[in-house]
């Protein structure tokens, strides 16, 4: 009798543990907590650092769609001119007409850069008279740059009626190459200052 009264003292002390181990693990696990999203605001300010944060801020700005179209469109007022246009690039790639007002506006802008990609991105709505004839008075753009990004959106999207108002000037001058024409031929040469590996911001911002 006193082994069973041993053995009977013995469990009766170990269910309390026991109680705890089974409760520890009935209850629900706790999943691990997903990694933190940036907010739009921290994703503007990431635009401005280089051209390669820039890149993929607004690249993660586009996927977040209209919930950051109201803070890119103020980014375009931005003093720092790689904001302006890496916020074009955020805003044309969500693809959403009501932001075309917003570029459009940005032809005019002191910065030639940002008028370039301006251009290019413009081209997603190319098919609209109104764009098209906004982008073609930028081939009396002040910046040879400018003008040469005009030109390559003209070809890229076959505009032949386009292009021959470019050529009507070379034919008239017994065929030389107007300016408009040269700045083409200099485009891969144009390089920004700031452009790491060679490739032009106004390249990057494009894709």
Known sequence: MGGLRRATLAATAALP???????????PSS???PPRRNTVQELIEQIGKDDFSGMAASRELAR???PAIAALVAALQDPVPRVRY????????????HVLPAILGRLDDDDALVRAVAVWHLGRWYGRQDVREAVLKRLGDESPFVRGWVLKLIQSKRDTDA?????????ARGG?????RVCLAMHDGVRSADAPGGRSAADRAAR
Not at 163 to 171: E, L
Not at 176 to 180: E, P
């Open 163 to 171: 292009a021959d108002q470019v050529r009507a000037p070379r034919r």
């Open 31 to 33: 999943a691990p907590e």
């Open 64 to 66: 977040m769609g209209e």
């Open 176 to 180: 030389k190459r107007t300016g408009a």
């Open 86 to 97: 890496w916020s074009i690039s955020a805003l044309s790639s969500m693809e959403n007409d």
């Open 17 to 27: 543990l026991a109680g705890a181990v089974l409760a520890q693990t009935l209850a």
